[in-house]
């Protein structure tokens, strides 16, 4: 079985820039987060699909983060302008349902921002 | 905001030795789970312990909770270099979407 996507691994970009992720869940998985995760601390969620609507976006900065899930399936989040607090890994992962509890990861984005 | 705490924040051990992690949550909890991420990899879940459970075991792992506490501790034993990895405790407090939250992490070192 094939795990969680992630692309690009690796971005490096200047602040006030744009940047997007990609990630596309364990097939079958209904449910999808994205989590920021600083150096030395541990995951945050940003936001929680359930196929293609928005479960809890609670953290996610609005005025400048963006997530979608068109289809259901894979998923795209945006930084627009990304800022130097920005800098961080951005995890994706993916459960079956909202109510299974193992959440199961991709190996995430580690974003530079200068 | 972070929920649960672990402790200690870094452990260094020898082979074969066993590791104890700690964690500390607030608030009431459905269940607590423990995942491990390798350095510059995305994170595995280990096991799950439920809020009506005391103690926990897989294979090498043992995990016990202590509700009254709000605390769970996370054993690892004959440790391997293998297990070296940052150790996160993530509590589950229910409600309609399951959410996971994660402390700061134990960052484990086992030497050969």
């Known amino acids: 079985e094939a795990g969680v996507a992630q692309s690009p691994r690796y971005k490096i970009i200047e602040k006030r820039q744009s940047v997007a992720f990609w990630c596309n869940p364990i097939?079958?998985?209904?449910?999808l987060y994205w989590y920021q995760q600083i150096l030395g601390q541990g995951p945050k969620l940003l936001i929680q699909?359930?196929?293609?609507?928005?479960?809890?976006d609670s953290q996610l900065p609005k005025d400048r983060f963006s997530a979608e899930r068109l289809k259901g399936v894979d998923s795209t989040l945006k930084i627009q302008p990304a800022k130097l607090e920005d800098s961080a890994v951005y995890l994706c992962?993916?459960?079956?349902?909202?109510?299974?509890?193992?959440?199961?990861f991709g190996p995430g984005t580690r974003l530079l921002v200068l | 905001s972070q929920q649960g705490e672990e402790d200690p924040q870094a452990l260094s051990i020898q082979e074969g030795e066993n590791a104890t992690m700690n964690c500390s949550y607030k608030?009431?909890?459905?269940?607590l789970q423990w995942y491990r991420q390798n350095s510059g990899r995305g994170l595995v879940h280990l096991i799950l312990?439920?809020?009506?459970?005391r103690e926990k075991h897989s294979g090498r792992l043992r995990v016990t909770l202590d509700t009254s506490k709000k605390s769970s501790s996370l054993l690892i034993t004959a440790s391997r270099a293998a297990d070296t990895a940052s150790y996160f405790c993530?509590?589950?407090?229910?409600?309609?979407?399951?959410?996971?939250?994660f402390g700061k992490g134990t960052l484990l070192t086992v030497n050969p």
């Open positions: 992962a993916s459960s079956l349902t909202s109510e299974q509890e193992t959440q199961y």
């Open positions: 097939s079958g998985h209904a449910t």
């Open positions: 699909f359930q196929n293609n609507g928005v479960v809890d």
């Open positions: 608030t009431s909890i459905n269940n």
């Open positions: 312990i439920r809020s009506n459970e």
């Open positions: 993530a509590t589950n407090s229910g409600g309609s979407n399951y959410k996971l939250t």
